[in-house]
């Protein structure tokens, strides 16, 4: 008994002695939604959340909020809660309808997948549907912490409706703030002695709802770029070229787009073997994350392009092979440049030799999405012809010897999915959210008219009539449509590239399913990259989506990535390779996959013309 009470006091003495939990408090974000009866039941509608959950359980809005933590913060968060805060039992029952499953279809054939530990029964998670309780449990969600190079970042889910499927009651809650509190685990000046880096303030303060805090924790936070005299003193590399130098000594166009970039005022740095290792395979996928790793920070680079064979077994410049769905039976592995941009975290973080598994290496200190570099690359697969020609098409496309009204027009063309998912809802949201915002025009090519007004330009949406909107030119060309490595189905194939006009090259979102397959030196993807386009967004493997979504805001199926995408690429005019990664960050993890598979391919520092 004695014994018992002297461990327990020592507990107390211990808890005694550790640093008191400070908070973050934040104010609870808005929400009104519109609720739609529609056959199978009753949908939330609300502006700027999210409207897909987990497939199977009710389909209720949520948000993901994020919260700066300074860089000492211990990444276990102590509480996470709503204070002050109403519940208001909403009149009548309802009917909320499930979330759908995630989908994808090859060769005509369709897979659907609902994730692990549900009971599905008509489309509903009968683990949730038959329980007397409300679903979530919580309002609040905590979903991960992790690092944008010094940036320490916390990520919650707000529901601001729960519901009861056996009363059939919905709770609002409203109002109040937001709490999380954490503890700190080392002194704010040992963390801070650190390489100083204010790469990506700008990023932060557009991301975290508690930006202003910054400055108090993060000695750097007022000077978010290298100064003029370090760019020119050659200590910062802002723009680095990773390839071989057999690449280098081949290429006729090497120097002088290294010298391009440099007159656009970038510091640029060379990587090749003697610098990264060399290898081909996972050996050089090793060492170039490596190489990267240690020099992100002490070199203050930005911007990656890589330039070499992408293939993850035998290329010299390869892609990792990663595993987001290791525990499934078919669709598995993904090969993928993400490994090289998110640089903080062990991607095998439980040891067995398989990275990037979406259900053992995705917590803290494994992946962790946040980017500390901006990656694009190049495929090659040894025509320096090639090469050079797209080398040169950057150079002047970057240099404004493309300019012209067609970069102002958006090419929009989507083929139905299926029954369910007739696809122009994705091209009249990226022609609302991104090309009307931005002041551009559109071409659109949909499978039918949908009583639009004004009607799609062309239907229905086949080769020949994709063929005919690509003459009236563009700046950007986004599609949704099933896909091969060298065919997007009635959309264009790596053949048809070769009808492409160079002097109009686009900005492409390749929403399809193996485009971008970097063993195929074929891929659609590469040959867009060689003939019509200026960089693209393709998948290497299948990309998933979700049967039926007509809202895309947040989300991560492959048609809400495409437009997210579409919005920070064409209104917000980010450079593509920003527009990719902030893209990646900001969408709600669902399909982990699809945040594999889909890589630039292009100049990742590159954004549209905008002059005349
Ligand atoms: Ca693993
Ligand atoms: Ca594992
Ligand atoms: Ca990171």
Redesign the pocket.
Do not use: A
């Given at each position: 008994m004695l014994n018992r009470y002297a461990i327990l006091l020592a507990v107390v003495f211990l808890a005694a002695h550790k640093l008191p939990a400070a908070e973050i408090c934040i104010p609870t974000p808005e929400c009104n939604a519109v609720v739609e009866t529609e056959p199978e039941g009753h949908s939330l509608i609300a502006s700027g959340y999210s409207q897909i959950g987990s497939p199977g359980d009710p389909a209720l809005p949520f948000k993901d909020l994020f919260l700066l933590l300074p860089p000492n913060a211990d990444p276990n968060v102590a509480s996470l809660t709503l204070r002050g805060s109403t519940d208001k039992l909403l009149p009548g029952q309802y009917n909320i309808s499930p979330a759908p499953p995630v989908v994808t279809v090859v060769d005509g054939k369709e897979i659907r997948e609902w994730g692990e530990g549900k009971q599905i029964e008509n489309g509903k998670n009968m683990l949730v549907y038959s329980k007397n309780e409300y679903f979530p449990s919580a309002n609040l969600q905590f979903i991960d912490v992790g690092n944008m190079r010094n940036w320490r970042i916390a990520r919650v889910r707000y529901y601001p409706y729960r519901y009861n499927p056996v009363t059939r009651q919905l709770v609002f809650t409203s109002g109040g703030e937001v709490v999380l509190s954490y503890r700190t685990i080392s002194s704010l000046a040992a963390v801070n002695k650190s390489v100083p880096d204010g790469l990506f303030a700008d990023k932060i303060a557009a991301l975290t709802s508690n930006y202003a805090q910054a400055s108090q924790w993060y000695s750097t936070a007022q000077q978010p770029n290298r100064t003029t005299s370090q760019l020119a003193s050659g200590t910062v590399t802002n723009y680095l070229i990773l390839t071989t130098s057999a690449i280098v000594a081949g290429s006729t166009k090497f120097q002088a787009f290294i010298n391009h970039k440099i007159n656009r005022g970038f510091s640029v740095g060379l990587a090749t073997e003697a610098q990264w290792g060399g290898g081909t395979g996972d050996v050089a996928a090793e060492r170039i994350r490596s190489y990267l790793r240690a020099n992100y920070l002490t070199k203050g680079i930005r911007y990656v392009l890589l330039i070499g064979n992408p293939d993850p077994s035998v290329g010299d410049v390869p892609m990792k092979m990663l595993w987001p769905r290791?525990s499934s039976s078919i669709y598995r592995e993904a090969p993928s440049d993400y490994y090289y941009a998110d640089l903080t975290g062990n991607w095998d973080l439980?040891g067995?030799g398989?990275y990037g598994?979406g259900d053992?290496d995705l917590r803290y200190g494994g992946v962790d999405r946040y980017p500390e570099v901006i990656v694009g690359r190049i495929p090659f697969y040894g025509n320096f012809a090639d090469l050079d020609y797209i080398l040169q098409k950057i150079m002047d496309y970057e240099a404004g010897g493309c300019g012209g009204p067609w970069v102002r027009n958006v090419l929009l063309t989507m083929k139905p999915s299926d029954t369910y998912t007739p696809g122009y809802h994705l091209g009249e949201a990226i022609k609302n959210a991104a090309a009307v915002p931005a002041g551009f025009s559109t071409t659109r090519v949909y499978e039918q008219t949908y009583n639009l007004n004004p009607p799609p330009d062309f239907t229905p949406c086949t080769y020949d009539t994709v063929s005919a909107a690509t003459q009236q030119h563009a700046g950007f060309w986004f599609w949704w449509t099933h896909g091969n490595e060298t065919v997007a189905a009635d959309v264009t194939t790596s053949t048809r590239t070769q009808t492409l006009d160079d002097r109009y090259p686009v900005f492409t979102f390749q929403c399809s399913c193996l485009n971008g397959t970097p063993e195929n030196s074929n891929n659609l993807g590469y040959a867009l990259l060689k003939r019509g386009a200026v960089a693209t967004n393709s998948a290497t493997r299948v990309s998933w989506y979700y049967p039926g979504q007509v809202d895309f805001t947040n989300t991560d199926s492959n048609a809400g990535m495409a437009y997210r995408y579409a919005v920070k690429l064409v209104r917000d005019h980010k450079p593509c390779g920003d527009a990719h990664f902030e893209m990646m960050v900001e969408v709600p993890l669902d399909i982990w996959m699809n945040h594999c598979v889909f890589n630039l391919y292009g100049d990742p520092s590159l954004a549209y013309a905008s002059g005349p």
């Open positions: 290791r439980d067995d398989f598994e053992h």
